[in-house]
């Protein structure tokens, strides 16, 4: 099993359920000590209480990440009040149903506030856990959840946008930071089976992928806690897709959408 053992890790987002609840627990047992940002407070009653259950503790504290400002004094108390936070886990992120727009009607507002929810705060999480981790000589290990939708997705142009930026902001600071120790990769997954997705078509999403299914949020906690972790060591400014192969194109027996051409198309009807 891999060990955070005598660490200390932020994940912010990581409670509701879905991937940001999977993050915290595995996380957690692990062996780290964890500390979580949510918006809500009865998600963080909610993720206390299972690692209750599983016999671990969990300190939340409550914050808006589209509020630069509170989010970022929040930050600085729980660097305040923990010292050394030697993981980030960087979850919040997501496009509401009003947020899916074709390219040409896409409102600046709705473009500003994708960029604020998925890229904006992470800026400033990932500034202040660097600048105590340099401050304190101590090394680290920082993942952001990106999306396979950088991959031009249609409907999709400020999240796209937004998390493309993720992925290049994460690079830059690997590069920046690599000398002092502190490592930055990006996960991306592709669709995933959360409370927020409860309503979609799973099986349809489910046969167009290579692999026939879905992702779990374990799947994506999984991935996360590999690259937070010292079997990483040597990795940093990677994107790692976890998407059952779904950016790989047609699944199985199918014909690439492409291929149009009826005589070829018969070949393989």
Known sequence: MLSLEQKKALVVGGAGGGIGSAITHSLSQAGAEIIVVTNDSD???????EAKIKGCAIQCYLADVTDLNGFSETID???????????LVNVVGGANVSDWSRAKDYELEMFDRILTRNLRYALISCQRIAASLILNSSKGSIVNVSSIATRSVPLLTGYGAAKAGLE???????????????????????????????????????????LQR????????????????????????????????????????????FVTNPKIREQFS
Do not use: C
Request: charge should be negative.
């Open 43 to 49: 998600h963080a009653e909610v993720v206390r209480s």
């Open 77 to 87: 108390e729980i660097i305040k009040a923990n010292g050394v936070i030697h993981h």
């Open 168 to 210: 290049a902001m994460s690079r830059t600071m690997a590069a920046e930071w690599g000398q002092y120790g502190i490592r930055v990769n990006v996960v991306a997954p592709g669709t995933v089976k959360t409370p927020r997705a409860g309503q979609d078509n799973l099986d349809e999403a489910a046969s167009k992928i290579p």
């Open 214 to 257: 879905r992702a779990e949020s374990q799947d994506i906690a999984d991935a996360s806690l590999f690259l937070l972790s010292d079997k990483a060591s040597y990795i940093t400014g990677q994107t790692l897709t976890v998407d059952g192969g779904a950016t790989l194109g047609s699944s199985g027996d199918s014909l690439p959408e």
